[in-house]
């Protein structure tokens, strides 16, 4: 029998497994995982979140680190759509579009609208988790309590696909990162300024971020001794 990805759509399957990938989260190395499952999986990555009858999991990242993470892949990566606009910006004049509360925080038609900045940064999580509104904060938070199987957190990637790995009953055995943006400053390593804008823009991912931090950490520590034992040698196996 052969098994599946399956993307952006809808399953006639009860519990059926599905990854609610929100952008720069590190979903495609997982997507690499999935490929090599003995189960089909749906991965939602254009779709925001439905109550349907699946097993929902997702992972979430601190949104100081994931606009970063978002500047410098499209600054970089020549196929993005709003590569040619960006690669001459400075970090300054990104986050100055991305707090312009006049452009209104939508998705646009063209790929390539420079709009799609807002889009693509200002509470992105809360809009997937919500259903599509990114100031709906309350419906996110209770979405992720009541729906979400598990959530993981990108900065303890080894420790969520390991939580993923026994909740669903998966098999990793090699882990190795997809579509990482690479040499680029670390948060600790911007203006304080700037971080401080993003948070405050972001005000509704951060909440929610917090959130999803204590959900993983209550799974992750509720691990008995000898599954942490079994964590660490994965960890040192893994890679």
């Known amino acids: 029998m052969r098994y599946l990805i399956i993307f952006d759509k809808e399953v006639n399957t009860k519990n059926a497994l599905c990854f609610l990938h929100i952008p720069k989260t590190g979903g495609k190395t997982l997507w690499n995982l999935f490929e090599k499952q003995e189960k089909n999986i749906l991965v939602w990555h254009s ?3 439905k109550p349907l009858p ?5 992972m979430l990242r601190d949104p100081a680190d994931r606009i970063m993470s978002t500047y410098y892949y499209i600054k970089r990566y020549k ?3 709003l590569h040619k606009q960006v690669r001459e910006m400075t970090l300054e004049d990104f986050i100055g579009y991305m707090c312009n509360e006049n452009i209104v925080n939508k998705r646009y038609n063209s790929k390539n609208d420079l709009r799609n900045i807002r889009y693509r940064t200002v509470n992105l999580a809360t809009r997937y988790l919500s259903g599509g509104d ?7 938070k209770n979405n992720l309590n009541r729906y979400f199987s598990l959530v993981g957190i990108t900065e303890s990637y080894f420790e969520s ?3 993923m ?3 669903f009953n998966l098999k990793f055995t090699q882990l190795i990162k997809i579509n990482e943006t690479k040499n680029r400053p670390k948060v600790e390593e911007i203006s304080k300024k700037i971080i401080q804008k993003i948070i405050e823009i972001n005000k509704h991912d951060s909440e929610l971020y917090l959130l999803a931090k204590k959900l993983f950490y209550e799974k992750l520590n509720a691990l008995s001794a000898d599954e942490k ?3 660490n040698n994965w960890k040192n196996n893994v890679v």
């Not at 699946?54 to 997702?58: S, V």
């Not at 990114?134 to 996110?140: F, H, Q, S, V």
């Open 47 to 49: 779709e925001y979140f």
């Open 54 to 58: 699946y097993t929902f999991f997702t």
């Open 79 to 81: 196929r993005d759509p």
């Open 134 to 140: 990114p100031d709906n904060i309350e419906k996110a």
């Open 161 to 163: 696909v390991f939580l």
């Open 165 to 167: 790995q026994k909740e």
């Open 229 to 231: 034992i079994e964590l």
